[in-house]
């Protein structure tokens, strides 16, 4: 079965809104957890590295400011896309490493489309 | 940087064997990983060398030399429902905190 679950699956929102994005570990507990970000037969871009307890780590390119990521339990983590335009329609996917690094489980994703 | 390179795209025909390759040159190795998926789902895991040599896994085998820097997916008996991306993917340490890095994949046709 999953061990990593995301929601919701789906979800449409007004320009200028706000969208929050959950991620959890089901049976094993997760100090981080990675976001990504994938448009239509592209590539998994990696979005951040949420940390619990800290800081998400940010790569280069991706506004901290409109992708706001909280990893509040060892089991959970928050991606909220803030004041969304249309642009930011796309698939995300969060995932998290089990065990020695060796195997990422990913959660369902969800696709956001921002109207 | 970080750099793995895969084909775009590889078609074959149901029934054939259909082997995509992946090389990679990052500034750290602990192992090498395939995953599949398709359109509209997210990626789910295939499998995994830390050593080298060939894995066998059912249809699927995945082959590491870490000496190098190259690995492969063959895939057996393609069924159309292989028709799927295949994501190569390094592991850098042992760390299940840090992240791993993704080849940009390779989207697999099967006909008929």
């Known amino acids: 079965g999953a061990v990593v679950s995301q929601h919701p699956s789906r979800v449409i929102c007004k320009s200028g809104t706000s969208v929050k994005i959950e991620c959890r570990s089901l049976d094993f507990q997760a100090t981080t957890m990675f976001w990504y970000r994938q448009f239509p037969k592209q590539s998994l871009m990696l979005m951040a590295t949420s940390n619990e307890g800290s800081k998400a780590t940010y790569e280069q390119g991706v506004e901290k400011d409109k992708f706001l990521i909280n990893h509040a339990s060892l089991t959970l983590s928050t991606l909220t896309v803030t004041s969304a335009h249309p642009e930011d329609s796309s698939f995300y996917i969060c995932s998290a490493n089990r065990g020695g690094g060796t195997e990422a489980f990913f959660g369902q994703g969800t696709r956001l489309t921002v109207v | 940087g970080q750099s793995l390179e895969q084909p775009s795209e590889v078609t074959a025909v149901e029934g054939a064997i259909v082997q995509i390759n992946c090389t990679y040159q990052t500034s750290g190795f602990y192992g090498l990983s395939w995953y599949q998926q398709h359109d509209g789902g997210a990626p789910t895991f295939l499998s995994y060398n830390a050593l080298d040599g060939l894995e066998e896994t059912g249809r699927f085998s995945s082959f590491l030399s870490r000496s190098d820097s190259y690995g492969y997916l063959l895939l057996q008996e393609l069924q159309m429902k292989d028709s799927a991306s295949y994501f190569c993917?390094?592991?850098?340490?042992?760390?299940?905190?840090?992240?791993?890095?993704f080849g940009k994949g390779t989207r697999l046709h099967i006909l008929p």
């Open positions: 993917a390094v592991s850098l340490t042992m760390n299940r905190d840090d992240k791993i890095i």
